[in-house]
C-alpha cells in the first residue's frame, strides 16, 4: 500500500474518520485553530486549577476533598474551580481573543457580552495522549443543572473520539490492560 491507502486501512480498521490533506487551505485554517484552543484550554486550565486553591475556590475544594480525592490526586489530575468569575479577561489579557475564547466552548456571547459558559463547578480537564488539552467537563455544585456539563465539540474536541485521563496512560509502564467504564 501507498501511504494514502495504509492510512486509509488504518482509520477503517480504528473507526477513525481519516485525516485531513495539509495541501488544503481551509485544512490549514482549521488547524492553526486547533492549536489555539490547544494553548488556550491549557491556559483555562491552569487558571482553573489555581482557582481551587484560592479563597473563591474554597466551597469547591472541599467539595472534592469530601468526595475522597486528595491534594496529590486533585494536582495530577489537574482538577479546578471555575467560580462565577469570568475567565473571559482573563484569557484575553494572555493574548487570545474573544473569537478563539467562543471556538473553545469556554465563553458564548449574549447581549454583546462574553458569559462564561462554565459557573460554579468542579472542572476536570479532558487531556488526550499527547498532553494536549481538549476540553472540560464540570460537576455542578448543589443542585444547579445539567449536573455535568461538558465542552461541546470543537476543532480540537469530539467527545466520541477521546477518553478522560489518556495522557496518564501513555505514561503508564507495563500495562497490560485498560477497563473503560
Known sequence: MDFAEAVAHLAEQLHMPLPELQNDPEYERRRSLKE???????????????????????????????????????????????????IAQALISQGFTPDELIA???????????????????????????????????????????????????????KRFNVFAANLLRKTKGLARVILV
Open 36 to 86: 489555539r484552543i490547544y494553548l488556550l484550554n491549557q491556559a483555562a486550565a491552569k487558571l482553573y486549577h489555581q482557582t481551587l486553591w484560592e479563597p473563591q475556590g474554597a466551597a469547591i475544594l472541599a467539595y472534592v476533598q469530601k468526595r475522597g480525592l486528595s491534594d496529590a490526586v486533585i494536582r495530577r489530575f489537574g482538577i479546578g474551580a471555575a467560580t462565577g468569575a469570568s
Open 104 to 158: 473553545a466552548g469556554l465563553v458564548y456571547q449574549r447581549e454583546g457580552r462574553l458569559q462564561a459558559m462554565f459557573r460554579n463547578r468542579a472542572m476536570f480537564p479532558i487531556i488526550d495522549a499527547y498532553g494536549h488539552v481538549l476540553g472540560f467537563g464540570g460537576r455542578a455544585m448543589g443542585d444547579a443543572q445539567p449536573k455535568y456539563l461538558n465542552t461541546a465539540d470543537t476543532a480540537a474536541f469530539n
